[in-house]
């Protein structure tokens, strides 16, 4: 694989509550060699914050919960700011895997687009339950529908953004729904984007933690409703 200019990326984790993976989600991003590890503490009742500051993140708390997406926007300017030319965004319970962000960083850095999102659903094979499928299509088909991009795989955690991009984005939605916002905010600043193959891992731990398949509903759901009601 090409080698990346690791230096000019920031890795940016929103977690909420997950002293038991962040240690061993931080410490594999920095094995990979980026030293640059910004976890957003979202008020989380657990060790999360000291647990990723020992294993060598710098860590921004928020002093209440507010959610992954203001997590996400609170660590992406922080990290634009603090110099990133790239910023990644990268999930906090183990799904996603550290080896595989250059294959996001790579078209940034030749120049090919501003935006790599990752996507669960092309080549690579993820260990993806038949409902979870089931609605991660339909939102693609609504992604679609609303903001006229096709993608395979529209609610991936797992993105690289350049730091012009970053700047461009207008984001508002705190929780959940800034996944959606995102790929709005791509398709109305016209930012050029392409999807990368990579790999989601459900574990037992991940399932147990992570969204339930009705809160996914109700973000589908609530996009139909605003999008009418617009
Ligand atoms: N900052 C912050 N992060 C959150 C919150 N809820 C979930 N996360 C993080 O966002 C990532 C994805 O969340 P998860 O619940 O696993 O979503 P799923 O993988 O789509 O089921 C994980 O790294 C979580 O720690 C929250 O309220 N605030
Ligand atoms: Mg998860």
Redesign the pocket.
């Known amino acids: 694989m090409q080698e990346t200019n690791k230096e000019q990326v920031w890795v940016v984790?929103?977690?909420?509550n997950?002293e038991k993976r962040i240690g061993n989600v931080i410490s594999s991003i920095l094995k990979n060699g980026y030293s640059h590890v910004v976890v957003?503490d979202?008020g989380s009742k657990d060790a999360t914050a000291a647990v990723a500051e020992n294993a060598g993140a710098e860590v921004l708390c928020h002093i209440m919960?507010?959610?992954?997406g203001a997590?996400l926007k609170t660590g992406m300017d922080f990290a634009v700011r603090s110099g990133a030319k790239i910023v990644v965004t990268f999930?906090?319970?183990g799904?996603h895997h550290a080896e595989e962000i250059p294959l996001l960083t790579m078209p940034i850095e030749r120049g090919e687009v501003e935006a790599c999102l990752g996507s669960r659903f092309l080549e690579k094979e993820s260990n993806v339950s038949w409902h979870r499928k089931f609605l991660l299509k339909g939102g693609a088909v609504i992604i679609w529908m609303f903001y006229g991009i096709h993608l395979t795989d529209t609610?991936n955690?797992f993105r690289a953004l350049k730091a012009e991009a970053v700047q461009k984005l207008q984001l508002c939605a705190d929780?959940m729904e800034h996944a959606s916002e995102i790929l709005e905010q791509i398709a109305k600043q016209k930012i050029k984007y392409k999807e990368v193959p990579v790999t989601i891992t459900y574990t037992d731990y991940?399932l147990q933690?992570?969204?339930r398949s009705t809160a996914a509903l109700a973000i589908l759901w609530n996009m139909i409703r605003s999008k009418i009601l617009r």
């Open positions: 984790i929103a977690a909420y997950e957003v979202d919960n507010r959610g992954q997590s999930d906090a319970d799904q609610h955690g929780r991940s933690k992570g969204q």
